[in-house]
């Protein structure tokens, strides 16, 4: 585990799922139906979490097994985020520790956003429906430019913040968090989520903690 000490952070970006909710379910449950509009079966669970990490589309693509930009998949994706977006977080939960550190953000007044390859709409969604959506100020997502692993969202939103990337603590659970935060010349932090723990360490985020809580620890001990 990396022990890289954090810089005092001028703001907090944070991928969304596998770091502030396991959505796992929902994601599942809106795949499945638009495989089974499409007269494909239902995979499982196990099946459909790999797909997951670049977004709606490279889903889709993944679970119909087909190019991203086939017609196929444009009929699936429609179906997907109809369903996705009447069912945003019906099983959606909030993982152990996002109170905390969003708690702690709150009372030393540091700005906190979300950058996630999840689409924009369904994110705030998801973000209210859990009642955590007032804690951030900006927003990046899916359809508002290139994905992580690009920078362009991380970028974007310390603009909008007006802080400088270099103080930013980039929070994710996936290669694509890591590589974006690290390109933006964010501190990265990985959190093991949905993705796999392999490909999350092997992405070399300048430290690893086992989950928000720990990250609520190190922002307490980086800030006093």
């Known amino acids: ?106 009372a030393l007044g540091l700005p906190c956003a979300v950058v996630t390859n999840k689409p924009r709409d369904v994110t705030a969604l998801v973000l209210d429906a859990l009642a955590i959506g007032p804690f951030f100020r900006e927003i990046w997502g899916g359809g508002d430019g290139p994905l992580k692993p690009s920078p362009a969202g991380v970028l974007d939103v310390v603009a909008r913040l007006g802080v400088e990337a270099r103080g930013a603590w980039m929070i994710g659970d996936g290669p694509q968090d890591i590589g974006a935060g690290k390109a933006a010349g964010c501190f990265t932090i990985g959190v093991p989520g949905i993705a796999e723990r392999e490909r999350l360490v092997a992405s070399e985020p300048d430290r690893m903690c086992e989950s928000l809580v720990e990250v609520a620890q190190l922002l307490g001990r980086a800030t006093s």
């Open 1 to 106: 585990m990396s022990l890289a000490s954090p810089p005092r952070p001028t703001a907090l970006l944070f991928d969304l799922d596998g770091t502030l909710v396991d959505s796992r379910r929902d994601i599942a449950a809106a795949c499945n139906v638009a495989r089974g509009a499409h007269g494909l079966p239902a995979l499982t669970l196990e099946a459909i979490m790999p797909m997951v990490g670049d977004g709606a589309r490279a889903l889709v693509a993944r679970a119909f097994d087909a190019d991203a930009d086939s017609p196929v998949v444009d009929a699936a994706l429609a179906t997907f985020r109809a369903s996705y977006l009447a069912h945003p977080a019906a099983m959606t939960v909030l993982l152990p520790g996002v109170r905390d550190i969003l708690d702690v953000a709150r």
